[in-house]
């Protein structure tokens, strides 16, 4: 019994440093990369008109049109545009505001006309 039992303390100490090692990877490597892609992901699904963006080459431009779902128009220059792939774009120096829906618009202009929340929460008029 003892040789059993030694045997299986030899095998669990070899296989520890191999497990952390893993471990190490993952946290220190993986996880992080992972991360960095997803949040790339979500700012190529982000991308609008009128977002100045840079591509994988180093070259600057805003985007004019989003032709399909993997294709963007991007301007470099006045009257020089290119298509490029989403995926190309390496980041995205400047977003646009969103286009305000007209609902929003109205409640802007009711909120002007009545002098706002802090007038209202104050009893001015």
Do not use: C, W
């Not at 299986?8 to 993952?26: E, W």
Request: charged residues 20%; without cysteine.
């Amino acid at each position: 019994m003892g040789v059993g039992n030694l045997e299986q303390q030899n095998i669990f100490g070899t296989l520890m440093p191999i497990i952390l090692m893993i471990a190490v990877f993952y946290f220190l490597l993986i996880r992080p990369q992972q991360k960095k892609m997803k949040t790339h992901q979500q700012m190529l699904a982000a991308l609008r008109r009128g977002d100045r963006v840079v591509t994988g080459g180093g070259i600057i431009g805003v985007i004019t049109k989003v032709d399909q779902e993997d294709h963007l128009t991007v301007e470099l220059a006045e009257n020089v545009r290119v298509k490029v792939l989403r995926g190309t774009i390496s980041s995205v120096l400047s977003k646009t505001e969103p286009a305000k829906t007209e609902t929003a618009a109205t409640a802007s202009k009711d909120e002007g006309a009545s002098g706002g929340l802090l007038n209202k929460l104050t009893g001015k008029k």
